[in-house]
Nanobody, 125 residues
Framework: QVQLVESGGGSVQAGGTLRLSCAAS??????MGWFRQAPGKEREGVAA????????YYADSVKGRFTISPDNAKNTVALQMNSLEVDDSAMYYCAADWLPLGACQSLSASNFRYWGQGTQVTVSS
């Protein structure tokens, strides 16, 4: 059974930084992704990494600002978020599954079976 635990959310002013972490147990060499959902909006993919290869994928809205990276020794994936904007405010969820690279790249929530409980990110102006 794969279990995911997120940490690192919080409140920050626009232009600030936050770092989220997702610790995984029960699985390795998975596609691990970060998704977010704001009130009244659909869940959207932010970034993903094929941990076995180290290949990363990003939504256009966060390219150049967010970085997803693995800590394989700890089976953890981090999301470094820089230059945060008010529109980045949302509940952020970690997800994981064994996926082909194309499915990992798609950043589609429907491809992932395993989810963390979520961590809130609030960016104020």
């Amino acid at each position: 059974q794969v279990q995911l635990v997120e940490s690192g959310g919080g409140s920050v002013q626009a232009g600030g930084t936050l770092r989220l972490s997702c610790a995984a147990s029960g699985g390795t060499n998975m596609c691990m992704g970060w998704f977010r959902q704001a009130p009244g909006k659909e869940r959207e993919g932010v970034a993903a990494i094929a941990t076995g290869r180290g290949t990363t994928y990003y939504a256009d809205s966060v390219k150049g600002r967010f970085t997803i990276s693995p800590d394989n020794a700890k089976n953890t994936v981090a999301l470094q978020m820089n230059s945060l904007e008010v529109d980045d405010s949302a509940m952020y969820y970690c997800a994981a599954d064994w996926l082909p690279l194309g499915a990992c790249q798609s950043l589609s929530a429907s491809n992932f079976r395993y989810w963390g409980q979520g961590t809130q990110v609030t960016v104020s102006s």
